[in-house]
């Protein structure tokens, strides 16, 4: 399962690709989410997917969901970009596909977020893709996109 711009490729971990990409390329969350996937086939794409450049293949992050959507069609998604590719644009890009394709599913009515108050480039990222603030709490902002 991929989607692809001109400059990203967003590749959904799956059983197949994840021990090749995880020789280079690892995190606890990425492990859970395998873990979970080989009990319940439905939840491909409803978590980890990395980021690779088009040009090159060079891995430079991940993102996804935390699962699929609840009962009320709602999905949180993260992120996170290595930092010598940051302020490139290229974590706008990535979360904006990752939310397009969401919105793709009829049961998703409403993708959200948090991130820590104080982490600016998530901010801009999240207001970039058109997230609103929905509130703010114990040092972190919360925010939803409706569809």
């Given amino acids: ?5 001109e400059r990203l490729i967003l590749t959904a971990f799956n059983l197949e690709n994840y021990k090749k990409i995880t020789e280079t390329y690892t995190g606890k969350h990425i492990i859970n989410y395998i873990e979970k996937l080989k009990n319940d086939s439905e939840l491909l794409g409803w978590g980890v997917w990395y980021v690779t450049l088009a040009e090159s293949n060079q ?15 709602s ?9 010598e590719m940051q302020n490139k644009g290229i974590a706008t ?3 904006n596909m990752i939310v397009n394709w969401a919105f793709s599913s009829p049961s998703v009515q409403k993708v959200v977020a948090e991130c820590l108050e104080d982490n600016i480039p998530s901010i801009k990222v999240l207001e970039k ?17 409706q569809r």
Wanted: no cysteine; hydrophobic share 40%.
């Fill in 59 to 73: 891995i430079i992050g991940d993102l996804g969901f935390k699962g699929k959507p609840d009962e009320k069609g």
């Fill in 75 to 83: 999905v949180e998604v993260g992120y996170g970009i290595v930092p």
């Fill in 1 to 5: 399962m991929q989607i692809t711009t």
């Fill in 129 to 145: 893709i058109g997230m609103k603030k929905t509130n703010a709490a114990d040092g972190m902002i919360y925010w939803e996109k």
């Fill in 93 to 95: 890009e990535a979360v």
